[in-house]
């Protein structure tokens, strides 16, 4: 009730505000709605910050991290940017992950609660299902930044609040459960991380269209082989190797020759911290156990993962001694005994391939001798090699185990937890792997951003603004390009024959990328730049900043080769390499080139799902909770990118949301809204975006939603609506619970209409059941049943006969059929309408004296002459000579008569018939016979004797005139061929209605000298006027 009344101070209030606002950098913006609204200690957690950086006024670092820390400080590990998530990893358990907080946000809208991982999860759930397409979720971060904490977040997520079916469960615990299966062989305890994952991992889960999780598949990339043979101080090898030996049972240790002593082994010990505190491998092992089960491992192929890990650790303490050559000896069999009866592959050819390298000559094949430095790296190599093929090997099993054939119509949501940028102190090939793969996901990023915005405002009607940022292909290309790229110049390196060397390779790059503005080594630099490099560095200015690569082991790494003896030994692991081709003497791809073309796989991949993100940042480096150190989240922060993933989406439109959304939050800022807006939103947002006076170029108005260019109009609109809602407590304070007794009177109100609508329905129901009865009694006499319906049909009837009238007298046709009731009624409605039509016309017909005339006409005329009836529709004309065509000496001898009537004739001579054309000119006292400028004849009026007519439809007319007057030349024959009106208009003038005669057969005429003659009257095929043989005047006229 108060709002209203804010109207026309709302500028000023948010002005004032909007400062304020700004310098104390906090507002709630979205999430106060719906449930939580009620949750007070919820709400103000919430307000500590802003919870989409889209929305912070000004988008500096300093601004983005200053909100994170303001929020981390209270537990918020969450914040939008848009729908991505930037998530900071508290190293604490928050309890916010827990059944009900997943209740919550199921099917909630993603800003209507506070941040959530879950809310993003729900909103690619529900989009899937809705949309019918694919998704994925991208998960990045630096190592520890709770990557894979998040996405098991996630699948937990849907594995709580998908619908499922016994059947389904099955799959859903073996997606569950594949995580430990995979975390024990691909984690491993690093500086950075005790359960670091040291591989990428997407993971597809599969839906029907129910929304059931049916199945699942996982590609993994780049694993991090060389842990397998050394780790770093301070770090372990993979879980599994402590796990087994910790853990596994004396029978399957005995079984596998191992030692429940982790110290014993050479691969577990380099980093001298086999044993942590922080994790317990005991507990660990029985949960992989418990694991395989879950994942359908049998017992074969579980016996086969643990051989492979115990023939690892055995190869490990395969040691050497020099020979007196300085060639390698092996120490002893025993280890590589074991080794050989785990793998089950032939001792000999074993020690042969790990001493010796077989040299294919021509003819014949040349064993020679390593020394003990490559009898090391050879033995390194197949420990790896063997592997990294089971780890592939336990993917594809997994794979198996999760793989739905059922359901043909699936939709995916794909997790991808992948490294993020990686800067060390220094940094070698696989930083500089995984950091292209950052510029890969970066690139694919602005493709599927920008293309979705774009089909944002194609789709809402908004004319699409370019946007101004950093397009990073220049740096994939500098790395991936065909024969150009640092990838093909670095694989030319290791194939070319001579002697290659990192070195070489640095001199290549620096040949062939002299110019290239993202690439620079120590001699390319200029001064200053060359005091940060090192002479075998390059560095690359990657989007995300500079990381500078240390080229020892490029080769190497890239070549990753395992000499062809040793390959045939582990050939003979069918299950594991069956994939491993010796026959082959082609040179494998590349590690940089398989690893380029898996992304390219991927990124075409995930090119044709829809995107949604999370940024992981870690708080601190030591692992502490509530530790949020300033300088490492700002080189996260700059190297996830987080500033140019703002910039795109704050491009053009920060906010937009739907109508409904919007007015159903910021209705009570306007009067005409509030309590209800009863029209379409999208006139409500209208309204309401003019009452809070956003400018034309702050706002546009979509086909759903409203769009909003900057944060701090909807700051603005936010604070007003807080006031709002603060002024609505006061105002409860002091007089009553306002909400409540709204409520009440809402509760009551709906119940009234409620209870009006149900009475309503009654009635109508009722009446229904009334008509169908009547109608099937229509055709009875009228009863109480059917004296409604027939009312109804009267009425019906006689709506739609009012609109469905004819309109012209002459339309004879047009006449609703009436019902049986109204057949009588129907009939006298027809005449009286057609009289009254008459009326009408007649009425319309325009000098009154004209109907007069007709009546003069009927009077004389009806019934007796034959072509009257037609000649009744033509009007009657004033004259039909008018005065300019009569001659002018004529005019002045008969200018004191006044003419009133002309009209041309035909004049019979009274001897020999002969046609003249004349003119008749009728004045007030007499007509006139006239011939151009004479007159002919003047016949005074009083003179006139007769008029006689014939009964046939012929012209002629014989005007009798007294013979006493020696003037006159005896009666007058002519022919007119406007009778009616002449003869009309004559009678009028002269008086002489009387006077006219309508005769049968003939008509005899006077001539001057006493003499008499006849005109004769017949009908023929043709009209004629002529003389007869018998000096008659014979007039035809046609036969009717
Ligand atoms: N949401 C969270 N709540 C509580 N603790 C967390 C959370 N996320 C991460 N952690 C803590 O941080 C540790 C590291 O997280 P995680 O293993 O997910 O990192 P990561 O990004 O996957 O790192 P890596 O790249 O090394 O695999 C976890 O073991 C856990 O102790
Ligand atoms: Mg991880």
Redesign the pocket.
């Known amino acids: 009730l108060l709002c209203p009344s804010m109207g026309p101070h709302m500028s000023k209030v948010m002005e004032s505000k909007l400062q304020h606002k700004i310098a104390k950098n906090k507002a709630l913006l979205f999430a106060l709605g719906g449930r939580l609204d009620m949750e007070g200690a919820l709400t103000t957690r919430d307000r500590v910050g802003i919870q989409d950086f889209v929305l912070l006024d000004e988008t500096t670092e300093v601004a983005i991290i200053s909100n994170l820390k303001k929020r981390f400080s209270k537990d918020l590990?969450y914040t939008y940017i848009g729908t991505l998530i930037v998530s900071v990893?508290?190293?604490?358990?928050?309890d916010i992950y827990n059944k009900k907080q997943m209740d919550v946000y199921m099917g909630v809208n993603f800003f209507e609660l506070p941040p959530h991982i879950y809310a993003l999860a729900d909103n690619a759930y529900h989009t899937m299902l809705t949309e019918f397409n694919n998704h994925f979720i991208l998960i990045s971060?630096?190592?520890?930044?709770?990557?894979?904490?998040?996405s098991k977040?996630i699948l937990q997520y849907y594995a709580v609040s998908c619908p499922s079916t016994t059947l389904m469960n099955t799959v859903r615990d073996k997606m569950l459960m594949s995580n430990p299966v995979l975390e024990a062989f691909g984690?491993a305890k690093?500086l950075?991380?005790?359960?670091?994952?040291r591989f990428g991992k997407y993971m597809d889960i599969q839906f029907d269209s129910q929304g059931d999780a049916v199945g699942g598949h996982i590609l993994n990339y780049l694993l991090e082989k060389s842990r397998v043979v050394h780790q770093n101080h301070g770090e372990r090898n993979f879980h599994v190797f402590y796990q087994l030996v910790e853990g596994g049972s004396d029978d399957l240790l005995t079984q596998l020759g191992l030692k429940r002593d982790v110290q014993h082994y050479y691969y577990l010990t380099q980093g001298e911290c086999a044993i942590v505190s922080s994790i317990n491998d005991k507990n660990d092992w029985k949960s992989v156990k418990n694991a395989l089960q879950v994942i359908e491992f049998d017992e074969t192929n579980t016996n086969h993962l643990f051989r492979v890990v115990a023939s690892v650790l055995h190869l490990g303490n395969v040691h050497f001694d020099p020979d007196s050559k300085g060639h390698a000896l092996l120490k002893n069999n025993t280890e590589l005994n074991w080794v050989s009866d785990l793998l089950g592959v032939d001792a000999n050819n074993l020690k042969e391939g790990l001493t010796f390298r077989k040299i294919e000559a021509k003819t014949e094949q040349v064993l020679s001798p390593f020394t003990i430095d490559h009898a090391i790296y050879v033995r390194d190599a197949l420990a790896k090699a063997i592997y990294g093929q089971t780890f592939t090997w336990l993917v594809n099993r997994i794979n198996e185990s999760m793989e739905n054939k059922d359901s043909p119509r699936k939709t995916v949501i794909g997790l991808l937890?992948i490294?993020g940028f990686e800067v060390f102190y220094v940094n070698s090939f696989e930083q500089f792997c995984i950091n292209y793969c950052n510029e890969k996901l970066q690139q694919l990023f602005i493709q599927l951003t920008l293309k979705a915005e774009q089909e944002e405002y194609e789709a809402e009607g908004i004319e699409w603004e370019p946007v101004q940022f950093f397009n990073n292909k220049i740096i994939c290309d500098l790395v991936e390009e065909k024969h150009r790229g640092i990838i093909s110049i670095l694989d030319e390196e290791c194939l070319r024959p001579g002697d290659a060397t990192d070195l070489t390779f640095l001199d290549r790059l620096e040949e062939k990328m002299g110019n290239h503005p993202h690439f620079v080594t120590h001699r390319l630099a200029d001064k200053m730049t060359r005091k940060t490099l090192e002479r075998g560095d390059f560095r690359l200015l990657h989007y995300a900043g500079e990381v500078t690569y240390c080229v020892v082991g490029f080769l190497d790494k890239n070549n990753d080769l395992l000499y062809r003896n040793i390959k045939n030994v582990i050939c003979l692991l069918q299950e594991c390499f069956s994939a491993v081709d010796t026959t082959n003497k082609r040179r494998p791809e590349t590690v940089a080139t398989q690893f380029k073309n898996s992304l390219q796989k991927l990124t075409e991949m995930l090119m044709a799902k829809e995107a949604w993100y999370i940024r992981?940042l870690k708080s601190n480096e030591s692992k502490q909770p509530g530790q949020f150190d300033e300088a490492l989240i700002r080189h996260q922060v700059k190297y996830l990118g987080l500033m140019e993933h703002l910039r795109v989406r704050r491009a053009g439109f920060a906010y937009r949301r739907k109508y409904e959304d919007f007015l159903k939050r910021y209705k009570p800022l306007c009067p005409a809204t509030w309590p209800h807006w009863r029209g379409m939103p999208a006139d409500g947002v209208e309204v309401l975006a003019q009452h809070l006076g956003y400018l034309p170029d702050e706002y546009k108005m979509g086909r759903t939603k409203i769009f909003i260019r900057h944060p701090r109009t909807l700051y603005a609109t936010e604070d007003a609506y807080e006031k709002c809602k603060h002024d609505l407590g006061n105002a409860s304070k002091l007089n009553f619970n306002f909400m409540s007794s709204a409520t009440k009177i809402e509760t009551c109100w709906r119940g009234a209409q409620a209870r009006k609508e149900k009475e309503k329905r009654a009635w109508a129901v009722k009446v229904i059941k009334k008509f169908i009865k009547a109608y099937i009694n229509r055709g009875e006499a009228k009863s109480t049943d059917n004296s409604e319906y027939l009312a109804f049909v009267r009425q019906s009837y006689l709506n739609r006969l009012k609109n469905n009238l004819p309109k012209t007298v002459l339309d004879k046709t047009t006449w609703l059929t009436p019902p049986a009731v109204l057949t009588q009624a129907s009939e006298i409605l027809r005449k009286l309408h057609y009289r009254l039509m008459v009326r009408k016309y007649v009425r319309g017909i325009p000098p009154q004296k004209k109907l007069q005339m007709k009546v003069v006409t009927s009077a004389i005329f009806k019934g007796k002459k034959e072509n009257y009836p037609p000649s009744i529709p033509q009007l009657f004309l004033d004259t039909r000579i008018s005065e300019q065509e009569i001659n002018i000496r004529v005019l002045s001898m008969i200018r004191n008569e006044q003419v009133k009537y002309s009209v041309p004739v035909i004049k019979y001579d009274r001897n020999g018939f002969k046609p003249r054309p004349r003119q008749f000119i009728l004045t007030k006292t007499a007509a006139y016979l006239v011939e151009e400028a004479k007159i002919k004849q003047r016949v005074s009026y009083n003179s006139l004797k007769g008029i006689s007519v014939s009964n046939l439809s012929d012209g002629i007319i014989v005007i009798h005139i007294t013979c006493e007057d020696p003037k006159q030349k005896g009666d007058l024959i002519i022919q007119c061929e406007h009778l009616y009106e002449f003869l009309t208009k004559l009678s009028i003038i002269a008086n002489k209605q009387d006077a006219i005669k309508v005769v049968q057969g003939s008509i005899k005429i006077q001539i001057q000298s006493g003499k008499e003659n006849s005109v004769d009257f017949t009908t023929g095929q043709e009209p004629m006027v002529y003389k007869a043989k018998n000096g008659h005047l014979m007039v035809v006229s046609i036969n009717k």
Do not use: F, H, R, V
């Open positions: 590990i990893n508290p190293y604490k358990d928050l971060g630096e190592s520890g930044a709770g990557k894979t904490e998040a977040k984690n690093t950075k991380n005790d359960n670091s994952s937890d490294y992981c």
